[in-house]
């Protein structure tokens, strides 16, 4: 088909392990995929927890795999309206819910949908509009509108509601797809499993999978057409994943460095407003994998392979089309790339592929162009960035969980008519019922045992609150409780327990378990918190070595160190200076939290780290072991004035005002002032130093 240089073979084998180097390779891709399959897993049994029912899928370079960190690719999530039945035919009507029909004509552009409105309590077309934006045509059919959606997410995201297509979002690189699934698949999708092709790819059972995917109707209409307001896409998005997943480290690799040259090499080509996008990338890919025999895509030939996805794209661009590679009859250049574009697109292919692939020596994403030019003496200058992509993807991805977990929290806290206790059962009876039945796939089972186990620490705190409270014997099921849920991480659950202790006056005891937690908390234990996001921040090396090596989620989890959270409900069990963070707001600061403040700032959280040494200050004070006592108050106090350590904190305000209080404990009210005031310095609203500060100079 094309002329073969004699080094390809050579240099492809060197741009393999290249990519390998920048995080392109089986390990990462594996464990990117494992992360955003947890990650819509979880997010899925927070919606069931707060009693909806949707299903949320991440879809794009990050669950695929096919990014790395020079790329910067987007965050693309869907999130399925399961209550919705979407009918292709009248035999699909349910009794007693939101029933669409799918319709349309000769008019309707290709992929494109109306849905009209189907009667909930018999199979009948609704004759009067639901919503202000439906729409009544001339034959009196009801049809609901894609504006509805877009004025909802306007109106829940406000000044931050960003609008991109069919994505509706307030974060740049984060798009949410609101999405309704297809009862059945329709012919457009069908037509793809029952073309002709050639036998290379996909295999068989691909095909088996695929078949019982769901696809999505997403509220995006044809640019330009009569009818846009009211048009969906039919898009199939997670056959597309299926695919993906279905591919070898090689298919992918060529993939991630044709996104590149599209990031750099292609981009600058481009008028404003005209898009060549990674899909059109992945589709050029998909198109060269069924006529290319399997043998060809070895780590031998990768730049033949990235050459023939290149011809792929030069086809399409001299044809002036794009066609979608599973649904019929759709050109993905249509106003996207005029023709112009096209032309000048094709000239630039064209050279390169004439230049044997010279490019790649130039690709500056990711310092792959001067990776490919190292000689073997300089390999060291640019680190190998395998470890640092785990650790990140593995603290991000707990992070992301115990920020889910807060907000199931939250909705448990807020729900005045079952109260904290039965709202809670009755969250764990139903995730144990959907275990039991084999609902859940393994993400979702990994998920509900996450959100069980901390729930039922929680429980386990809120009746020993409600014990020390009254005065009352922790019965033996507390207890208990206590012991089968101390491994929901490294440390927060012992320190939990350990605070317990304290405040019921046992300081042996306490102070057993926080040497345990000390001899826990070595280098590679990092922390995580879902309060805050901490984007640029980066796990100690310790801690990526270890994901690196293990990268199993139960494994992975006995380097995770969770901040500590007390609810108000667990107050009592909380020293009597956090109960302070419980009100931390002062006249107005309630109206100057973010969405992530208002999910937690009315309870109290601490990083783990320094509330051991609070706790062990408290304990060993009261056991009269003062040398080991100032032992503590030294760490506090290093951990405060730290720079490097501070930065590693969440929650540096609180910390600051824990060792404030061991100063006035000391004695030492002026320099306790001086941490108070410096913590306020560091967080003027919302903190519980203005309050401290008050109480030390009756000063607001």
């Known amino acids: 088909m094309f002329r073969i240089p004699f080094f390809f073979p050579s240099l492809s084998v060197l741009l393999c392990r290249r990519l390998d180097a920048i995080g392109a390779n089986s390990l990462v891709f594996d464990r990117r995929r494992e992360t955003f399959l947890h990650r819509e897993a979880m997010w899925t049994i927070k919606s069931q927890a707060e009693g909806s029912n949707c299903v949320y ?115 740049e690189d984060n798009d949410f797809v609101y999405a309704f699934p297809c009862s059945t698949l329709p012919p457009e999708i069908m037509a793809w499993f029952d073309a002709m092709r050639p036998s290379y790819w996909p295999p068989p059972e691909v095909f088996t999978i ?29 056959i597309e994943r299926h695919l993906m997943f279905s591919l070898n480290d090689v298919q992918k690799k060529c993939l991630v460095v044709l996104k590149m040259l599209k990031s ?9 407003g005209c898009k060549f996008t990674t899909f059109n990338c992945k589709t050029a890919l998909f198109f060269t994998l069924e006529r290319t025999p399997s043998e060809v895509w070895t780590e031998q030939r990768l730049i033949e392979c ?34 112009e574009c096209q032309v000048r697109l094709e000239k630039q292919i064209r050279v390169m592929i004439q230049d044997d692939m010279h490019v790649l020596f130039n690709l500056h994403i990711d310092d792959l162009g001067e990776r490919l ?37 939250k909705h448990i806290c807020d729900n005045r008519r079952n109260g904290v206790y039965q709202c809670a059962i009755n969250l764990i009876n139903a995730l144990r019922f959907q275990q039991d039945n084999g609902t859940f796939i393994r993400y979702e089972n990994n998920s509900a045992q996450f959100v069980i186990k901390n729930l039922l620490s929680s429980l386990a705190s809120v009746f020993s609150s409600y014990c020390i409270q009254t005065g009352q014997a922790v019965p033996r099921e507390v207890w208990q409780l206590y012991s089968e849920t101390l491994d929901t991480d490294v440390a927060s659950s012992r320190l939990k327990l350990a605070s317990m202790l304290y405040c019921m006056g046992d300081l042996q005891r306490s102070a057993i378990v926080l040497d345990d937690v000390q001899q826990r908390l070595d280098d590679s234990v990092t922390l995580v918190c879902g309060c805050r ?35 108000r409900q667990e107050m009592y069990c909380a020293p009597a200076i956090l109960w302070f963070e419980m009100n931390r707001g002062v006249g107005d600061d309630v109206n100057h939290r973010s969405a992530y403040q208002r999910v937690w700032m009315d309870w109290a959280v601490v990083d783990a780290r320094p509330f051991m040494l609070y706790l062990q200050y408290l304990t060993l004070g009261g056991l009269r ?7 503590a108050l030294h760490g506090l106090w290093d951990i405060c004035r730290n720079v490097e350590s501070a930065r590693n904190l969440v929650h540096l305000e609180t910390v600051c005002n824990l060792f404030g209080h061991c100063l006035e404990m000391e004695g030492d009210l002026v320099s306790a002032l001086e941490v108070y005031n410096a913590s306020r310095d560091y967080l003027p609203r919302n903190n519980a130093a203005n309050r401290h500060i008050h109480r030390l100079t009756g000063i607001h």
Not at 376 to 397: E, F, H, T, W
Request: hydrophobic share 35%.
């Open 57 to 171: 899928y991440h879809f794009g370079s990050q669950s695929e795999g096919t990014t790395t960190p020079g790329l910067q690719s987007d965050t693309d999530t869907l999130i399925s309206f399961n209550d919705v039945n979407i009918m292709l035919r009248w035999s699909d009507w349910k009794r007693g819910v939101i029933n669409l029909l799918m319709v349309k004509d000769e008019s309707t552009p290709t992929q494109h949908f109306l849905l009209q409105r189907v009667r909930s309590d018999e199979p009948l077309p609704e004759t009067r509009a639901v919503e202000p934006d439906d729409v009544i045509d001339s034959q009196g059919r009801v049809f609901f509108s894609n504006l509805s959606v877009i004025r909802s997410c306007a109106q829940h995201f406000g000044d931050r509601h960003l609008r991109r297509g069919p994505s509706n979002s307030y974060l």
């Open 210 to 238: 695929a078949r019982q995917l769901p696809c999505f109707l997403v509220p995006d209409g044809y640019r330009g057409s009569t009818t846009e307001d009211i048009e969906w896409r039919l898009t199939p998005n997670l």
């Open 264 to 272: 750099q090499e292609l981009k600058r080509h481009l008028h404003i």
């Open 306 to 339: 990235i050459v023939r996805c290149l011809h792929t794209i030069r086809e399409f661009l001299i044809q002036g089309e794009c066609p979608h590679y599973i649904v019929e009859n759709v050109d993905l250049f249509d106003t996207k790339l005029c023709r």
């Open 373 to 409: 030019m190292q000689i073997p003496q300089q390999v060291a200058r640019y680190s190998d960035q395998r470890a640092s992509i785990c650790g990140k993807l593995a603290s991000n991805m707990y992070s992301f969980d115990l920020f889910s977990l807060h907000i199931v929290f």
């Open 533 to 567: 996001p901490r984007i640029d921040w980066q796990p100690s090396e310790a801690f990526c070595e270890y994901t690196l090596r293990n990268g199993d989620l139960e494994t992975m989890k006995r380097k995770i160190c969770f901040c500590v959270r007390f609810l």
């Open 625 to 631: 072991e003062r040398q080991r006592q100032l032992q």
